[in-house]
């Protein structure tokens, strides 16, 4: 199922937050050349760590280079997003600019944030963002 509805779209947008040298970001792309997506994938890489943004460009290109069934066009980003709640949401808004994204990675940032903030809320609980964006 979801993978007809990504096919059923002739552009994909992925928003990888905290995306290192891109393990997941390489699976999803390799998964979607598996099922024959054929039309133009957007990806925005977004990570804290230069080293880690570097290694992950030569990745990606020796993926590109295997030959994927659909265009790619890759952004990176590199930026180190705040603790603070209010500033963390206009970082992430300034990197998601106006459009939507159809899938968005961010479990490792989330476990990181989660794991700086446990010592400064009550029991450890990590706060929910109120950042509006439509979801599609």
Request: charged share 15%; proline share 3%; with cysteine.
């Amino acid at each position: 199922m979801v993978t007809d509805s990504m096919h059923a779209k002739p552009v994909l947008r992925i928003l990888d937050i905290g995306s290192g040298t891109g393990g997941n970001l390489c699976g999803l792309l390799l998964t979607l050349d598996s099922t024959g997506y054929t039309g133009r994938v957007e990806v925005i890489s977004v990570d804290g760590n230069a080293i880690a943004l570097d290694l992950q460009g030569h990745i990606i290109q020796a993926v590109k280079n295997q030959g994927l069934s659909f265009s790619l066009a890759y952004k990176q980003i590199h930026t180190v997003f705040d603790s603070n709640q209010a500033l963390f949401c206009k970082q992430l808004r300034a990197v998601m600019g106006e459009g939507d994204f159809d899938v968005i990675m961010a479990w490792k940032t989330i476990c990181e944030y989660y794991k700086h903030v446990k010592g400064v809320t009550k029991a450890g609980s990590i706060p929910v963002f109120s950042i509006p964006l439509p979801i599609v």
